[in-house]
């Protein structure tokens, strides 16, 4: 079973504008979620995390937003830029037991159009 | 800066085959991880390790064995390769046993193809 769902494939942007990537996840034991982001031929890179204490955890043009009732988190970024275009994914971590493993969702393909 | 460094970028073996993916890190980390990147499935856990020769089965961990003897360096072992393991395989490792707050550091990946 899918325990974090990424149910967006691919997300298209003009440039300037604002992306919002949604997750959503199942697993009450989780308490700790990030976004990574990939540019092919490359691994993934960690882009910004939130506590599950906070619904609000902001970095640049990076804001991670969390719904602990609603059990969903998004990644919002504001100005969209073209170097954006990656595929990005939410991942979700039960601290207590996990030894910092992480769970990961699908993935969604970010393209920022110029 | 993290650098964690796998082997081989393009790998093609036979069905059957023993294969060995290597993966080195250089920051003196307690966790190691393998996980495989498959279109539309996202990332899922192979197998990791939170201390030398101590291993954990992840998600999906049929078909595969690891090894870490030394802390710098976590091997996946595919015992007898089938197709159906054609895959983007990723290592990572991280500081912080049982806390999840450090982000996983990952390698480039090591695009397997058996044929």
């Known amino acids: 079973d899918q325990q974090v769902k990424q149910n967006s494939p691919s997300l298209s942007v003009q440039e300037g504008r604002i992306s919002i990537l949604n997750c959503d996840y199942t697993?009450?034991?989780?308490?700790?979620f990030l976004w990574y982001k990939k540019y092919p031929a490359e691994g993934p890179t960690f882009l910004i995390s939130i506590s599950s204490i906070k619904d609000k955890n902001e970095d640049g043009r990076f804001t991670v937003f969390l719904n602990k009732s609603a059990k969903h988190l998004s990644l919002h970024i504001v100005p969209s830029q073209p170097g954006d275009s990656a595929v990005y994914f939410c991942?979700?971590?039960?601290?207590?037991?996990?030894?910092?493993?992480?769970?990961f969702g699908q993935g969604t393909i970010l393209t920022v159009h110029p | 800066d993290v650098k964690v460094t796998q082997s081989s970028r393009y790998l093609v073996k036979r069905t059957g085959e023993k294969v060995f993916l290597e993966c080195v890190q250089d920051m003196d980390h307690e966790n190691m991880f393998w996980y495989r990147q498959d279109p539309g499935l996202g990332l899922r856990l192979i197998y990791f390790?939170?201390?030398?020769?101590?291993?954990e089965k992840g998600d999906i961990p049929e078909g595969y064995s690891v090894s870490r003897e030394k802390k710098e360096r976590f091997s996946l072992i595919l015992e007898s390769a089938s197709t159906n393991q054609t895959s983007m395989y990723l290592c990572a490792s991280s500081l912080s046993p049982g806390t999840g707050e450090s982000p996983l550091h990952f390698g480039n990946g090591t695009r397997l193809t058996v044929t």
């Open positions: 991942a979700a971590s039960a601290r207590a037991t996990s030894y910092g493993k992480l769970t």
């Open positions: 390790s939170y201390d030398v020769k101590m291993k």
């Open positions: 697993n009450s034991m989780f308490d700790y």
